[in-house]
């Protein structure tokens, strides 16, 4: 399994899409996320891109640090870490 189609693969069990919701997500048939996914063949620019756009939107709030969250105002983040 390649790079990306590892992450495919996490990704899609992560949020408990089926081969086929994914696939019907991004416009591909289900044979392709499998070869993706086992690594037998890569997906070309485009879906590459559309994959890459999937995996960004679809990010899990636990992926993204506190500083890309801006939850908390630069001077309390500071205090907080030194505790």
Known sequence: MDQLGKRLYH???????SKRALALQLGVSIPSIMRWEDGT???????????EQLLEQQAAPSD???DQLDLFPPQQ???SSRQ
């Not at 990704?11 to 899409?17: A, K, P, Q």
């Not at 063949?41 to 994959?51: A, F, G, T």
Request: glycine letters at 4%; hydrophobic letters at 30%.
């Open 64 to 66: 993204v640090s506190l």
């Open 11 to 17: 990704f899609r069990i992560r949020n408990g899409w």
């Open 41 to 51: 063949s890569e997906p070309n620019d485009y879906n590459r891109y559309k994959i």
């Open 77 to 79: 983040r500071k205090a």
